[in-house]
């Protein structure tokens, strides 16, 4: 039992430590946004401040659930609150792999001169880098908070089954992205506007365009998820075949 104790301790101070990591690359981020803008003298990009903190959600929903699962409360309030929490969990998601999508911004932003080399222009790659850094942030951000959920459903229904669940919440939020990017949803508008949001994704599937556009970002973007979190998954794994046994 003490063995079992210290164990759990040790895997909270490894998540604990993954997320202060997250978190100071995060920071990051908004230090170089503020750095552009004081340089340029243009107030650009502070839709990343929001972006940033909806992309943490899926994380904190991710702890609570945890906490929910450990918790002495009574077994009818337990399944509410890990319903509630679940379904939070699930439709803000997406939002952490949504900022892949934010890499168009430094060529809709930065004033692109087609008469001369504009990348050896280093403010340029100031822009793209802040993206490249917000994008690749984003994507650990969602790696992290499902592996932490996934690991929730392995201990109740199994590996496997647990593995079907992470495969469909990365289709799932590949669509949630588009539906983002293309149609402008938010995830709240899931909660506010139910109804408005079936409706629109109902005639999308019956509109020949739009599943033109749908299928192969959808499609990619879930097989960039996908092939991502195998991989970190895989390193977990390896870690753990690796580690001395007591």
């Known amino acids: 039992m003490m063995l079992r104790s210290l164990k759990d301790i ?3 101070f ?7 990591l997250l978190f100071i690359a995060s920071m990051f981020c908004l230090g170089l946004g503020h750095h552009i ?13 929001w972006n940033l903190f909806l992309a943490w959600l899926p ?12 918790a002495k409360i009574e077994k009818e309030l337990r399944i509410i609150l890990l319903t509630a929490t679940s379904i939070l969990w699930l439709l803000f998601y997406p939002n952490a792999a949504y900022l892949l999508t934010d890499l168009l911004h430094p060529f809709a932003k930065y004033h692109l001169d087609n ?16 993206f490249f850094s917000v994008a690749i942030v984003g994507l650990f951000i969602g790696i992290f908070s499902l592996f932490l959920v996934q690991e929730l459903v392995r201990r109740v229904y199994g590996y496997g089954r647990s593995w079907i669940f992470a495969m469909l919440v990365l289709g ?14 938010n995830s709240w508008d899931a909660i506010m506007h139910p109804k408005s949001i ?8 019956t509109d020949i365009e739009e599943l033109r556009r749908m299928v192969p970002f959808t499609g990619i973007l879930f097989l960039i998820l996908m092939i991502s979190y195998s991989f970190i998954y895989g390193f977990s794994l390896l ?5 001395p046994r007591n």
């Open 172 to 185: 799932l939020s590949s669509f949630g992205i588009y539906l983002g990017r293309f149609i402008r949803w």
């Open 198 to 205: 079936l409706k629109q994704v109902l005639t999308m599937f």
């Open 115 to 130: 008469t001369y080399r504009f990348w050896m222009d280093i403010a340029f790659w100031y822009h793209l880098l802040l």
């Open 14 to 20: 490894v998540k604990l430590m993954m997320a202060m």
């Open 37 to 49: 803008r004081y340089t340029s003298g243009r107030q650009i990009y502070m839709f990343l401040n």
């Open 59 to 70: 994380i904190l929903f991710a702890f609570l659930l945890e906490w929910i699962m450990v």
């Open 239 to 243: 870690g753990r075949i690796q580690s």
């Open 10 to 12: 040790n895997h909270l």
